[in-house]
Protein backbone atom coordinates (compact mmCIF):
# COMPACT_ATOMS: atom_id res chain seq x y z
CA UNK A 1 0.00 0.00 0.00
CA UNK A 2 1.04 3.33 -0.55
CA UNK A 3 2.09 5.43 2.22
CA UNK A 4 0.61 9.08 1.42
CA UNK A 5 -1.25 10.39 -1.66
CA UNK A 6 -0.92 14.13 -1.94
CA UNK A 7 -3.58 15.81 -3.92
CA UNK A 8 -2.14 18.77 -5.92
CA UNK A 9 1.18 19.13 -7.09
CA UNK A 10 1.89 22.93 -6.40
CA UNK A 11 4.38 24.27 -3.69
CA UNK A 12 2.60 23.11 -0.76
CA UNK A 13 1.94 19.55 -2.22
CA UNK A 14 5.37 19.22 -3.95
CA UNK A 15 7.54 20.00 -0.09
CA UNK A 16 5.18 17.35 1.46
CA UNK A 17 6.26 14.66 -0.98
CA UNK A 18 9.53 15.83 -1.36
CA UNK A 19 9.43 15.73 3.03
CA UNK A 20 7.58 12.05 2.66
CA UNK A 21 9.99 11.11 0.41
CA UNK A 22 13.03 11.99 2.50
CA UNK A 23 11.99 10.20 5.64
CA UNK A 24 11.36 6.39 3.73
CA UNK A 25 7.87 7.12 2.28
CA UNK A 26 5.83 5.89 -0.49
CA UNK A 27 4.21 8.52 -2.13
CA UNK A 28 2.33 9.71 -5.19
CA UNK A 29 1.46 13.32 -6.33
CA UNK A 30 -1.74 13.16 -8.58
CA UNK A 31 -2.49 17.05 -10.11
CA UNK A 32 -4.01 17.66 -13.30
CA UNK A 33 -2.17 20.68 -14.52
CA UNK A 34 1.47 20.50 -16.29
CA UNK A 35 4.71 22.11 -14.67
CA UNK A 36 5.55 24.49 -14.34
CA UNK A 37 2.38 26.43 -13.34
CA UNK A 38 1.87 30.18 -13.30
CA UNK A 39 -0.10 31.45 -10.84
CA UNK A 40 -0.64 34.83 -8.44
CA UNK A 41 1.77 35.17 -6.04
CA UNK A 42 3.89 38.05 -4.47
CA UNK A 43 7.38 35.52 -5.20
CA UNK A 44 9.12 36.70 -2.21
CA UNK A 45 10.77 33.87 -0.23
CA UNK A 46 11.43 34.62 3.57
CA UNK A 47 14.96 33.82 4.53
CA UNK A 48 13.03 30.87 6.39
CA UNK A 49 11.74 29.96 2.97
CA UNK A 50 14.96 29.68 1.76
CA UNK A 51 16.50 27.75 4.63
CA UNK A 52 12.97 24.91 4.25
CA UNK A 53 13.68 24.67 0.56
CA UNK A 54 17.38 24.02 1.21
CA UNK A 55 16.96 21.36 3.96
CA UNK A 56 14.67 19.84 1.07
CA UNK A 57 18.00 19.92 -1.35
CA UNK A 58 16.28 22.93 -3.59
CA UNK A 59 18.23 25.78 -4.70
CA UNK A 60 16.55 28.13 -6.60
CA UNK A 61 17.85 31.44 -8.61
CA UNK A 62 16.34 34.58 -8.55
CA UNK A 63 16.90 38.23 -6.47
CA UNK A 64 18.38 38.30 -3.09
CA UNK A 65 15.88 40.18 -0.47
CA UNK A 66 17.54 42.04 2.06
CA UNK A 67 14.57 42.94 4.29
CA UNK A 68 11.22 44.87 4.18
CA UNK A 69 10.41 48.45 3.08
CA UNK A 70 6.86 50.32 3.98
CA UNK A 71 6.10 53.32 1.95
CA UNK A 72 3.40 55.73 1.72
CA UNK A 73 2.86 58.75 -0.20
CA UNK A 74 4.91 60.73 2.47
CA UNK A 75 6.94 58.35 4.74
CA UNK A 76 9.34 55.09 4.51
CA UNK A 77 9.88 52.44 7.02
CA UNK A 78 13.01 49.61 6.22
CA UNK A 79 13.71 46.65 8.24
CA UNK A 80 16.46 44.49 7.25
CA UNK A 81 16.30 40.59 7.78
CA UNK A 82 19.19 39.54 10.84
CA UNK A 83 21.50 37.17 9.35
CA UNK A 84 20.70 35.40 5.63
CA UNK A 85 18.64 36.73 2.63
CA UNK A 86 15.33 36.24 1.28
CA UNK A 87 14.67 35.64 -2.66
CA UNK A 88 12.12 36.45 -5.10
CA UNK A 89 11.70 33.97 -7.68
CA UNK A 90 9.32 33.84 -9.98
CA UNK A 91 6.84 31.25 -9.09
CA UNK A 92 6.81 29.21 -12.13
CA UNK A 93 11.23 28.65 -11.27
CA UNK A 94 10.05 27.62 -7.12
CA UNK A 95 7.43 24.93 -9.28
CA UNK A 96 9.93 23.73 -11.58
CA UNK A 97 12.44 23.53 -9.00
CA UNK A 98 10.63 21.23 -6.91
CA UNK A 99 9.37 19.10 -9.64
CA UNK A 100 12.79 18.89 -10.68
CA UNK A 101 13.97 17.67 -6.96
CA UNK A 102 10.46 15.21 -6.62
CA UNK A 103 11.90 13.60 -9.62
CA UNK A 104 15.67 13.11 -8.50
CA UNK A 105 13.66 11.40 -5.66
CA UNK A 106 11.36 9.05 -7.48
CA UNK A 107 8.16 10.44 -6.81
CA UNK A 108 5.48 9.94 -9.30
CA UNK A 109 3.44 12.25 -10.88
CA UNK A 110 -0.03 11.32 -11.81
CA UNK A 111 -2.13 13.53 -14.04
CA UNK A 112 -5.71 13.63 -12.55
CA UNK A 113 -7.97 16.07 -9.87
CA UNK A 114 -9.20 14.51 -6.61
CA UNK A 115 -12.12 15.87 -5.37
CA UNK A 116 -13.26 13.56 -3.27
CA UNK A 117 -12.17 9.90 -1.64
CA UNK A 118 -13.13 6.81 0.31
CA UNK A 119 -11.52 6.30 3.52
CA UNK A 120 -12.00 3.51 6.08
CA UNK A 121 -9.97 2.67 9.60
CA UNK A 122 -7.17 1.40 7.47
CA UNK A 123 -6.91 4.37 4.57
CA UNK A 124 -7.99 6.24 1.55
CA UNK A 125 -8.54 5.32 -2.06
CA UNK A 126 -8.88 8.22 -4.56
CA UNK A 127 -7.67 8.26 -8.11
CA UNK A 128 -7.75 4.41 -8.27
CA UNK A 129 -4.85 4.41 -5.80
CA UNK A 130 -5.26 3.50 -2.14
CA UNK A 131 -3.12 4.97 0.55
CA UNK A 132 -2.63 5.50 4.38
CA UNK A 133 -2.96 8.62 3.92
CA UNK A 134 -4.38 11.45 1.78
CA UNK A 135 -2.83 14.99 1.98
CA UNK A 136 -5.02 17.70 0.30
CA UNK A 137 -2.79 20.22 -1.01
CA UNK A 138 -5.42 21.77 -3.72
CA UNK A 139 -5.17 25.08 -2.65
CA UNK A 140 -6.84 27.86 -1.60
CA UNK A 141 -10.19 26.55 -2.70
CA UNK A 142 -9.43 23.22 -1.98
CA UNK A 143 -12.52 20.71 -3.06
CA UNK A 144 -11.26 18.18 -0.65
CA UNK A 145 -11.41 20.35 1.78
CA UNK A 146 -15.24 20.96 1.21
CA UNK A 147 -15.78 17.09 1.27
CA UNK A 148 -14.06 16.52 4.30
CA UNK A 149 -16.65 19.26 5.42
CA UNK A 150 -13.77 21.48 7.14
CA UNK A 151 -14.70 24.77 5.62
CA UNK A 152 -15.80 27.43 7.55
CA UNK A 153 -17.88 30.67 6.38
CA UNK A 154 -16.34 34.05 6.51
CA UNK A 155 -18.93 37.14 6.43
CA UNK A 156 -15.28 39.65 6.54
CA UNK A 157 -14.82 41.46 3.50
CA UNK A 158 -12.95 39.37 1.03
CA UNK A 159 -9.41 40.42 -0.30
CA UNK A 160 -8.33 39.80 -3.44
CA UNK A 161 -4.45 39.73 -5.05
CA UNK A 162 -3.64 40.94 -8.82
CA UNK A 163 -0.10 40.02 -10.03
CA UNK A 164 2.17 41.42 -13.28
CA UNK A 165 5.32 41.89 -14.00
CA UNK A 166 7.45 44.62 -16.06
CA UNK A 167 11.25 44.34 -17.72
CA UNK A 168 12.64 46.75 -15.37
CA UNK A 169 15.74 46.62 -13.38
CA UNK A 170 15.55 46.28 -9.85
CA UNK A 171 15.77 49.41 -8.22
CA UNK A 172 15.85 48.04 -4.70
CA UNK A 173 17.11 44.62 -3.05
CA UNK A 174 14.11 45.24 -0.66
CA UNK A 175 10.48 43.79 -0.85
CA UNK A 176 8.64 47.58 -1.58
CA UNK A 177 5.04 47.69 0.51
CA UNK A 178 2.94 50.56 -0.71
CA UNK A 179 0.29 51.25 1.07
CA UNK A 180 -2.85 53.29 0.19
CA UNK A 181 -6.20 53.37 1.56
CA UNK A 182 -7.77 51.07 -1.35
CA UNK A 183 -4.91 48.18 -0.80
CA UNK A 184 -1.45 47.49 -1.06
CA UNK A 185 1.26 47.18 -3.89
CA UNK A 186 4.19 44.61 -3.11
CA UNK A 187 7.06 44.95 -5.42
CA UNK A 188 9.61 42.14 -5.65
CA UNK A 189 12.82 42.16 -7.80
CA UNK A 190 12.46 38.75 -9.14
CA UNK A 191 15.68 38.98 -11.60
CA UNK A 192 18.20 41.08 -12.84
CA UNK A 193 15.68 43.02 -15.40
CA UNK A 194 12.25 41.94 -13.87
CA UNK A 195 10.29 43.23 -10.87
CA UNK A 196 6.89 41.86 -9.67
CA UNK A 197 4.21 44.12 -8.42
CA UNK A 198 1.25 42.16 -6.79
CA UNK A 199 -2.03 44.14 -5.44
CA UNK A 200 -3.87 43.44 -2.57
CA UNK A 201 -7.14 45.16 -1.91
CA UNK A 202 -10.63 44.21 -1.38
CA UNK A 203 -11.97 46.82 -4.07
CA UNK A 204 -12.99 45.34 -7.52
CA UNK A 205 -11.30 47.05 -9.85
CA UNK A 206 -9.22 46.36 -12.92
CA UNK A 207 -5.02 46.33 -12.21
CA UNK A 208 -4.35 49.45 -13.91
CA UNK A 209 -6.70 51.80 -12.16
CA UNK A 210 -5.20 50.00 -8.89
CA UNK A 211 -2.02 51.04 -9.91
CA UNK A 212 -2.80 54.58 -10.30
CA UNK A 213 -3.49 55.03 -6.74
CA UNK A 214 0.41 54.28 -6.45
CA UNK A 215 1.77 57.61 -8.72
CA UNK A 216 5.55 57.18 -7.13
CA UNK A 217 5.18 53.35 -8.15
CA UNK A 218 3.92 54.13 -11.40
CA UNK A 219 6.62 56.38 -12.64
CA UNK A 220 9.42 53.82 -12.22
CA UNK A 221 7.44 51.07 -14.31
CA UNK A 222 8.33 52.14 -17.32
CA UNK A 223 8.95 49.23 -19.29
CA UNK A 224 6.66 47.02 -20.62
CA UNK A 225 4.86 44.39 -18.87
CA UNK A 226 6.24 41.32 -18.99
CA UNK A 227 3.03 39.17 -18.24
CA UNK A 228 -0.76 39.18 -17.98
CA UNK A 229 -2.49 40.00 -15.13
CA UNK A 230 -3.05 36.96 -12.94
CA UNK A 231 -5.38 36.98 -9.98
CA UNK A 232 -6.24 34.94 -6.94
CA UNK A 233 -9.07 35.11 -4.08
CA UNK A 234 -10.98 35.83 -2.18
CA UNK A 235 -7.89 35.20 0.08
CA UNK A 236 -9.44 33.98 3.66
CA UNK A 237 -10.16 30.63 4.16
CA UNK A 238 -11.40 29.78 8.25
CA UNK A 239 -10.89 25.85 8.86
CA UNK A 240 -12.69 24.16 11.15
CA UNK A 241 -8.98 21.74 11.49
CA UNK A 242 -6.55 20.43 9.61
CA UNK A 243 -6.93 16.63 10.14
CA UNK A 244 -10.11 14.34 9.49
CA UNK A 245 -9.59 10.67 9.75
CA UNK A 246 -6.78 10.21 7.39
CA UNK A 247 -6.93 13.02 5.57
CA UNK A 248 -4.59 16.06 6.38
CA UNK A 249 -5.07 19.65 5.39
CA UNK A 250 -1.65 21.56 3.80
CA UNK A 251 -1.21 24.80 2.35
CA UNK A 252 -3.63 27.15 1.31
CA UNK A 253 -6.12 24.30 1.83
CA UNK A 254 -5.36 24.35 5.41
CA UNK A 255 -6.78 28.26 5.82
CA UNK A 256 -5.56 31.29 4.99
CA UNK A 257 -5.42 34.64 6.53
CA UNK A 258 -4.00 37.00 3.73
CA UNK A 259 -0.69 37.27 1.83
CA UNK A 260 -0.15 41.03 3.78
CA UNK A 261 2.81 39.70 5.73
CA UNK A 262 4.16 37.61 2.57
CA UNK A 263 5.37 34.69 4.72
CA UNK A 264 2.67 31.94 3.11
CA UNK A 265 5.44 30.08 1.01
CA UNK A 266 7.12 29.96 4.09
CA UNK A 267 4.58 28.91 6.12
CA UNK A 268 3.13 25.62 3.51
CA UNK A 269 6.70 24.39 3.45
CA UNK A 270 7.55 24.13 7.53
CA UNK A 271 4.07 22.75 7.47
CA UNK A 272 4.93 19.90 4.93
CA UNK A 273 7.64 19.10 7.20
CA UNK A 274 5.95 19.11 10.45
CA UNK A 275 2.98 17.37 8.87
CA UNK A 276 4.89 14.05 7.49
CA UNK A 277 7.18 14.04 10.73
CA UNK A 278 3.26 13.36 12.24
CA UNK A 279 2.37 10.72 10.14
CA UNK A 280 5.96 8.70 10.45
CA UNK A 281 5.37 9.41 13.93
CA UNK A 282 2.48 7.41 13.81
CA UNK A 283 0.61 10.50 15.18
CA UNK A 284 -1.13 12.73 12.91
CA UNK A 285 -3.33 14.12 15.35
CA UNK A 286 -0.20 15.55 16.43
CA UNK A 287 -0.52 18.03 13.24
CA UNK A 288 -3.25 20.20 14.22
CA UNK A 289 -1.04 21.72 17.02
CA UNK A 290 2.36 21.60 15.14
CA UNK A 291 -0.04 23.94 12.13
CA UNK A 292 -0.72 25.86 15.29
CA UNK A 293 2.55 26.52 16.28
CA UNK A 294 3.87 27.36 13.17
CA UNK A 295 1.15 29.66 12.01
CA UNK A 296 0.88 31.88 15.37
CA UNK A 297 3.00 34.35 14.50
CA UNK A 298 1.52 34.97 11.45
CA UNK A 299 -1.94 34.55 11.92
CA UNK A 300 -1.92 37.20 15.00
CA UNK A 301 0.46 39.92 13.07
CA UNK A 302 -1.50 39.37 10.08
CA UNK A 303 -4.71 39.75 11.57
CA UNK A 304 -3.58 42.71 13.19
CA UNK A 305 -2.58 44.34 10.06
CA UNK A 306 -5.97 43.13 8.28
CA UNK A 307 -7.79 45.03 10.88
CA UNK A 308 -5.85 48.22 10.16
CA UNK A 309 -6.03 47.85 6.66
CA UNK A 310 -9.57 47.36 6.48
CA UNK A 311 -10.34 51.09 8.32
CA UNK A 312 -9.54 54.09 6.30
CA UNK A 313 -8.55 55.69 9.51
CA UNK A 314 -5.87 53.71 10.82
CA UNK A 315 -4.37 52.63 7.40
CA UNK A 316 -3.18 56.20 6.94
CA UNK A 317 -1.00 55.47 10.29
CA UNK A 318 0.26 51.86 9.13
CA UNK A 319 3.65 53.21 7.60
CA UNK A 320 4.01 56.71 10.32
CA UNK A 321 3.44 54.70 13.29
CA UNK A 322 6.51 51.44 11.38
CA UNK A 323 8.87 54.77 11.18
CA UNK A 324 8.11 55.79 14.68
CA UNK A 325 8.78 52.64 16.07
CA UNK A 326 11.43 51.24 14.11
CA UNK A 327 13.06 48.47 16.42
CA UNK A 328 9.46 47.27 16.86
CA UNK A 329 8.72 47.35 13.13
CA UNK A 330 12.38 45.27 12.31
CA UNK A 331 11.36 42.83 15.20
CA UNK A 332 7.95 41.83 13.86
CA UNK A 333 9.72 41.64 10.42
CA UNK A 334 12.42 38.95 11.49
CA UNK A 335 9.78 37.69 13.55
CA UNK A 336 7.82 36.87 10.61
CA UNK A 337 11.47 36.41 7.88
Known amino acids: MIDVIVAGGGPAGLATAIHAALAGMDVVVVEPRTAPVDKACGEGLMPGGVAALRAM??????????GIDYIDAATRARASFRHSPGRGVRRTELHAALTARAAGLGIPIVTGKITQARQ???GVEAAGL??????????????????LGLGLPDRRPHRYGLRRHYHVAPWSDYVEV???????????PVGDDLVGVAILTSRRRGYDEHLGAFPALLDRLAGP??????GAGPLRQRVRTRVAGRGLLVGGA???????????????????????????????????RAWRRLSRTHRLLTGALLRAAHRPGTARLVVPA????????TTVVRALA
Open 254 to 288: AGYTDAITGEGLCLAALSARALVRCLAAGRPQDYE
Open 322 to 329: AARLPAVF
Open 225 to 230: AATPVR
Open 130 to 147: RARWLVAADGLHSPLRAW
Open 57 to 66: GVQVGGHPLR
Open 178 to 188: HWSQGGEAYVT
Open 120 to 122: DEH
